[in-house]
Every structure is written in C-alpha cells, then in structure tokens.
C-alpha cells in the first residue's frame, strides 16, 4: 500500500478509534484491563521486561516513529520534564518499529533519559500500535492499563494532561504542575492544565501562587471560570477563610450543578462546623455528581466514609473507600482508611490486607508503613497462642486491678535509686475537622514510641497491652478523657508519666496538644502545642517532641544512684539499662552539703557537686563509668545523679 494511501487512512482511523475509546476514559470508568507482558531489548541490548516493572506506579509506554515529528513531540516533552524532575519517578519506555541505527541517532541527538526498545511488531500488534503513531499507553498499579491515546496534536496534548493528572493522584505535584504548564504553552486556552498548575501549587503548599493560577482561570469564563472559582473555593479552605470558600463553592454549584468538588469543599467546612447533618447531605450530593477532575474524584467517597466511619458505621465506609479506589487507582487514603475500620472492630488480618494493598501502590507512603507494622504485631500475637495466653491473663489481672483501685506494688528499691522511667500513652482524641486519612493519631504515637523506646532513656507501655486493657474495660473516649481515669490506669501499670491530649483537625493543619502527667503528684510537667502534618510528613515534628519529651524526663526525673565498686580509674554504677542509662550518658557525683542550725533545727543544705562520670558500658543491672572529673577520690556508696544539660538531647 502506498505511504499516502497509508496516511489517508490514518487520518480516518484516527477520528474512528477516539469513537471506540481510544483516548483516555473518563474518570471513574468501568474496569480496567491488564496490560500484555512482553520483553523487548533497547540499542544497547538491555533487556526490559514489563513484569519486572510490576511495582512502578506509573509506566508510560510511548509507541513511536523515529522519522515523524508528530510521533516525536511528546516523547520530547516528556524527556525535557525527565531531565528536569531527575529524583522523581517519570517512567517512560518509549517502543519503536523504526530501524535499530535511527533509533540510536535519534536517541544520541534528542538526549533522552529513558529506554528506546526495538520491536518487531508482535508489541505494538498487541497494544494496537502499528498504524497510528504515536500511541500511548499509561500503566498502573498491578500492571494495569489506565489510559490510552492515539495520535499526535491536540492528542498529545491530552496525553500530556492525562500523565499530569496521574502526577498529581500520585502526590508528585512538582512534574504535575511543569506538564501543566507545558500543555497551557502548546494551547493557553486550556482551562485543566492550567487547573493542574493551580492544584499542583497548592499541594506545594503555595497557595499564593494557586490563587494566582485560579484567579487568571475565572475571569475567562465558561469552563475555565467554574474550575478557576472552584479552585479559589479550595484556596480559601486551605487558609481557613470558611465564609469566602462557601460563597465560591455555592458560585460553583448554581453554575455547575454536576461538579462533585465544590460540594467536598462545602461539606468539609461544614463538618468543621459542627453541622454534620448538613455536611452528610452535601457529601452525598458529591458521590452523586457526574463531574470530577481525576485527581479529586476519590476523595467524595473518601470524606463520606470518613463521616460513616466516625458513627462506627464501618461496613457502609468500607464501600465507600472501595469506591474510592476504583475511581483513583492511585488513592491509598482509601486503602488505609479501609484497614482502619477492621482495626476498629478487631479484625486485624483483614486491616493488614488492606495496608499491604497500600504500600504495593505506594511503598514509600510512610503512614501505611507504620500501620502495616502495628497490624503486623497485632496478627503475630493471636497466632502465637502462648503470648496470647500470657497477654490475657496480664489484661485481666491489670482490669481487675483498676477495679479494684489497687495500684502496682510499690518498688523495693532504697528511696534515692531510680526505678525505670515507664511512659504510656493513652489514645489521643481527634476533633474538628474531617481528616482525609484516619487513625492519625494513632500513627504519630506509634512513631513516637518508636523513638522514645530507641533512645533508651524511656520505656512506653506496650501499645498492644495497652489496646487490650482498654478494650477489656470497655473504656470511651469520654471516659479516657477524664485525668482520674488516666491516672488509675498509670498507676496500675507501674507508670510514671502519662501521655494524652487532642488533634484539632483545621483547615490550615493539624494542631497537636499533648499532656504529661505525673502518676504520683497529678502534676503536669509538660505541655507540649504544636502543629502537625496529617498527611504523613511527620519527621521534623516527631523529632521536636521526642527532644522535648526527653528533655523534661532528664531535667524533672533524672536518674539517681549509688557507686557500687571502685576499679581503679572506673567506677562501677547500681543502675544499667533497664533503668533507662545509655552509653554517654553523664553524672554528677553528689556529697551532702552542710547542716545549718538554726533555732534549735538543722537547716540541711543542698547537695555539692564534686566530680563527673561519663558512661562508658552499660549492662542490664549496672554500668560503668569513667572519672571525667573529681575534686576527691570517689568513694563507694557516693551518690550520683545524672546531669540534665548532656543527657536532654534523643
């Protein structure tokens, strides 16, 4: 057949396969279909096989030809955000029929950063890829074919959109936003890609520059005007101005009956209202709506769920989240929320199904990890039935304990040696706004306690332990609330120190407010504000509290003990690491200070410092030290206590 012969029918194939679905599907459509497996090797020889990439959230398969400029321009488009994004992930293996040595000029000359590979034509028979070049294929999670373009031009441009969005489900708002703007330069009159501009800015948190980006978008008009005041609705939610983000978002509706978004915003400031009626039925009204961007589809069924979910009703949520997911492959707040609602009625290996889920599309989301782990500790301990029997029966005497009002049995220890420094956190309650992911809290005390059990200094009740005693007294958040009830259960458990406190869920963040309290004296030596980030990047603040945490520990509860033995140059402690002492850790050797009479009472002054000892090993029941300083010879049964400046830092 003649090459013109060739293009003409193209030109009507084209037109015929956008009629047949060719182009990407709609948000939300039916189910989607596996991608075929294949292995093709590149100039080079390497070999790329499809199924060894079944963990890369996104492949873009690029079907092209080497000599036609068309098939090429959004092979460079995508190479130009590539080299521009080189830590993100922007996978494309681009597939070619054209022979190997033009492959390889064109390769040399364009600079590109991704595969070429050579096919012989049984891959692009099976992807529909031999006469209509380019065509693009988006792969998902599970190798799942997602999209799918054909030709060059305005197709293109939508191809590039699609990728953009995809971007954006992923949470990778920097490549979203440079798509965006490549596809607003090839066409400015596109009013999504620069609505993709304006989300992937307010991701990055800069909310100047999306109200910027919306604002241009709502003076234009028609489409453009309805997602450039949608887009200035959310702009305002993000920065708490409730009363502007509701007269946009009710601008929306009157004008865009069907959009799902402006409703979410709505029902979201409603929720934090309080007015939850109102807030359901306009969540409602979202699911219902036949117009969603892909990136916000999920999250209609998503905060729905959320809100049956916090009524305990737990099965209507789960199907929501399904939902969710169905619409945005990509949406693991689904997934975990899902494993949440079976954590919430027991049923741990169903919620360990579900994290895992999470974390096959997203190995790096740090918030299913942490419950994948816990869910993980919970499943082991019901397999293994001797630590179940032992746990349970630890559970009931600890229950029958806190009814009886009998506290733990008093240490036999001398009055000035340190017991271990025993901390437990008690469920911190979330309130405000409706949060997109559940079980925050949850997860920021299990990161918490991570790291106060590492730096050794701190010992936190085991949380396992401590969800079945509470789950055995049947105790409500009400009544967790309530400080006497917080002290009894310190107390039985041999506590010190009690955490707890609240998260306010705000539209400008999450603001943690956490307690310490004192089992013996109800004193509270720490209160600690500060906000946090509920979307899982949690390091800076887990690392401000922890410090804080052990900075009061060592500064209002230092570790006291005696010299037990003289070796020389080496001291030799009555305290070790079950008492919380770390290699480095530093003390103050103490004399007692001078007797003062005075009307006919001795006034006992303070302590003198008269040496320093610095840790150097450490043992279960003892440690020893080395003489950093001493103004007298040590002596056994000297006292010594642990400086507060060394020992503050984690």
Known sequence: MRLDTLRTLALWITPLAFALGATAPAAGAGPKKPAPPFTLNDTRGQTFDLNKAKDRPLLILYFFDVDSRPSQEGLLALGQTAKQFKDTDLAVWAITLSPKDRVAAFAKSAGLTFPLLLDSGAVSDQYQARVVLPTVCLVGPGLTLLDRFQGGGKTTEAMLLRVAERKLQQRSPQVAGALGAEVAKRDPKNAKARAVQGYAALKEKKPKQAQEVFAALAKGGGE?????????????????????????????????????????????????????????????????????????????????????????????????????????????????????????????????????????????????????????????LQRDADRSKRMDQLVRDLAARYRSQKEAPPRTEDAWTSGPMILTFLDVQEKGGLAERDGFSA????????????????????????????????????????????????????????????????????????????????????????????????????????????????????????????????????????????????????????????????LKGAPKEVGQLEVTRVEPELSYAKVVRGDRPLRVDDKVQERAEEGAAP
Do not use: C
């Open 224 to 380: 453009g005007e309805v997602l450039g005041k949608e887009g200035l609705a959310a702009v305002h939610a993000s920065r708490g101005e409730a009363d502007q983000a509701l007269a946009l978002a009710s601008e929306v509706e009157q004008k865009a009956p069907e959009r799902a978004y402006a409703r979410v915003i709505k029902a979201d400031v409603l929720y934090a209202r309080n007015q939850k009626k109102e807030a359901e039925e306009e969540y409602r009204k979202a699911t219902e709506a036949k117009d969603a961007e892909p990136y916000q589809d999920a999250l209609r069924f998503n905060q729905l769920g959320r809100l049956y979910a916090n009524r305990g009703e737990y099965q209507k949520a789960r199907a929501l989240y399904d939902e969710a997911v169905q619409v945005d492959p990509y949406y693991v707040e689904g997934t975990t929320n899902k494993g949440v609602s079976y954590e919430k009625q027991g049923q741990w290996d169903k919620a360990l199904e579900s994290y895992r889920q999470a974390l096959a599309v997203d190995g790096g989301d740090a918030f299913a990890g942490v419950l994948a782990r816990k869910a993980q500790e919970m499943v082991d």
């Open 443 to 602: 997860v920021f005390l299990a990161q918490l306690t991570d790291r106060l059990n590492t730096s050794g200094r701190v010992k936190v009740v085991e949380r396992a332990l401590m969800e079945r005693l509470l789950e055995e007294l049947n105790l409500g958040s009400s009544e967790l609330a309530s400080p006497e009830t917080a002290l009894r259960l310190g107390r039985i458990l041999a506590a010190r120190l009690i955490g707890t406190g609240t998260v306010l869920h705000g539209a400008q963040g999450s603001l943690l407010s956490l307690r310490l309290i004192d089992t013996e004296t109800s004193a509270i030596p720490q209160v600690s504000t500060q906000t946090v980030d509920s979307a899982g990047a949690l390091d800076k603040n887990l690392f401000a509290l922890n410090r804080e945490i052990l900075r009061t520990v060592v500064t209002q509860y230092p570790l006291r003990g005696f010299v037990a033995r003289i070796d020389g140059p080496q001291a030799l402690l009555n305290l070790g690491s079950a008492q919380g002492v770390v290699q480095g850790t530093r003390f103050a050797v103490l004399e007692e200070g001078e007797s003062v009479p005075y009307k006919g009472k001795m």
